[in-house]
């Protein structure tokens, strides 16, 4: 039986302009996971910094960033299709855009939704595995370890 997409964890392209409205499921902006993560890793970690000279100085919080890191897993064996056509789609989440649009070459700011949990960030690692194939040696399933980071949260 098929899960219905509002089950599903997204990814998606937070739009700077409105970045409390998240896109619609059929927009571009968004990938639909296949299977929902089995774990989400959240951590959160302070940067301190020393205000004063000598050795009673205080510390303070310069910056405070957060990390999610989860694994999703891609399979296109039903089809046959090359399963990248999917993961790209989360790789391009990497991609700063064009330099004369965006000149300090910042990548996306990126939404995570599953259920109630929320996560805005960007994406900071992408790491996929091809783990079968077809006989022809076309790449069916993918398992995709993504890390966002977000400061301040």
Known sequence: ???????????????????????????????LVQFNPTTLGYSVQNT????????NAKQFVAQTTAKLEFDL?????HDGGD??????????FLNPGDKSTNKDQAPPLVGF???????????????????FFSAEGVPLRATLK????????
């Open 1 to 31: 039986m098929r899960m219905p997409d509002e089950h599903k964890a997204k990814l998606f392209k937070v739009d700077q302009a409105n970045p409390s409205q998240e896109p619609n499921g059929d927009s571009p902006d968004v990938v």
């Open 48 to 55: 301190l910094e020393k205000k004063g000279r000598d050795a």
């Open 73 to 77: 897993v891609f399979d296109s064996t």
């Open 83 to 92: 399963v990248r056509r999917d993961t790209d789609k989360i790789k391009q």
């Open 113 to 131: 939704r599953w259920g109630t949990f929320l996560f805005k960030g960007i994406v900071e690692s992408f790491k996929e595995t091809l783990e």
């Open 146 to 153: 993504i890390g966002l980071a977000a400061q301040d949260p």
